[in-house]
């Protein structure tokens, strides 16, 4: 299954809006998972982003 559509049903099966869909995207390691096709990463920065209200501005985290 496609990335896109794993998280389109992920996102519908949690009922999140398509507003709380594209803070989720605005964050630089949602897009990371995405661009490495890893949806279970994805799912678990949603997941944190959205369950735990975050409310600072998404930044990039540097591991070393």
């Known amino acids: 299954m496609s990335f896109d559509k794993e998280m389109t049903q992920f996102f519908?099966?949690?009922c999140y809006?398509?507003?709380e869909r594209e803070r989720v995207r605005a964050w630089p390691a949602y897009r990371l998972a995405q661009d490495k096709d890893d949806f279970t990463e994805a799912q678990?920065?949603?997941t944190q982003?959205?369950?735990t209200k975050v409310v600072?501005?998404?930044e990039v985290r540097q591991t070393w």
Do not use: D, G
């Open 56 to 58: 600072n501005k998404p």
């Open 49 to 51: 982003v959205l369950e």
């Open 12 to 14: 519908v099966r949690n």
């Open 17 to 19: 809006s398509e507003q």
């Open 44 to 46: 678990e920065i949603a």
